[in-house]
Structures are given as C-alpha cells and as structure tokens.
C-alpha cells in the first residue's frame, strides 16, 4: 500500500507562484513514474505534468509548458511541481499519482495505481 500526500496550495494572484511537493509513506517512489492531474469545478481531471522514474523522460500538458517544472528527488521519495505565472484557468484541486508499472503512458490517468487527496490552488485575477 503506498499513500501519497500532496502539499504546498493556495491562495495566489495571478502571475505568482507555488512549488506542490508529494511525498509518500509506505514505500520508496524512486522506481516508479510519477504524475500530477488537476480538477478544476465541472470539469474532468486533466494530466498536467509527469516525470519517468529515472527522470529523463518528462511530459507537460501544452497549457502549463515553460510555467511548470516537475521533478524528482528519489532520496527523499518526493515529487515537486513549480508553478510559475500562474493564471486563473489553473484553479484547480492538484493531484500526484504513481504509477508502479513504469508503463510511460504518461498522460493516462489509469496508468496511475495510486493517488493522493488533492491539494487546492486558487489563483486570483
């Protein structure tokens, strides 16, 4: 069983910052693929970012290229999403997600096998 908790929300305007970590418990994440999906009111979830485990193969969706950096740091079994100029279409409840396959589909939420609760951001006009 692996649990992953999201951190790092928030209230921003627009054109701010936020860094999101997850991190887990229960089992070491450096060997798997990690992803973040976010779920804005109405709307179904969206992949956002993923990053292979060894981290040479990263994928963004095209709304967050050149904003959002994903990256790793496998000794401490945690994953970070910088978010840079934040816009208020990303509003939106963000979610990791670890895929212990190692499939590389990237972008397929049901590639993922677990996902944490979600951490809200809000970015401000």
């Known amino acids: 069983q692996v649990q992953l908790g999201e951190s790092g929300g928030g209230v921003v305007q627009a054109g701010g910052s936020l860094r999101l970590s997850c991190a887990a418990s229960g089992r070491t994440l450096s060997n798997y693929a990690m992803g973040w999906f976010r779920q804005a009111p109405g709307k179904e979830r969206e992949f956002v970012a993923a990053?292979?485990?060894?981290?040479?193969?990263?994928d963004y969706t095209d709304s967050v290229k050149g904003r959002f950096t994903i990256a790793r740091d496998n000794a401490k079994t945690t994953v970070y999403l910088q978010m840079n100029t934040l816009k208020p279409e990303d509003t939106a409840v963000y979610y990791c997600a670890v895929d212990m396959h190692n499939t590389l589909r990237l972008r397929n939420p049901h590639a993922y096998e677990y996902w944490g609760q979600g951490t809200q951001v809000t970015v401000s006009s």
């Open positions: 990053i292979s485990w060894s981290g040479t193969r990263i």
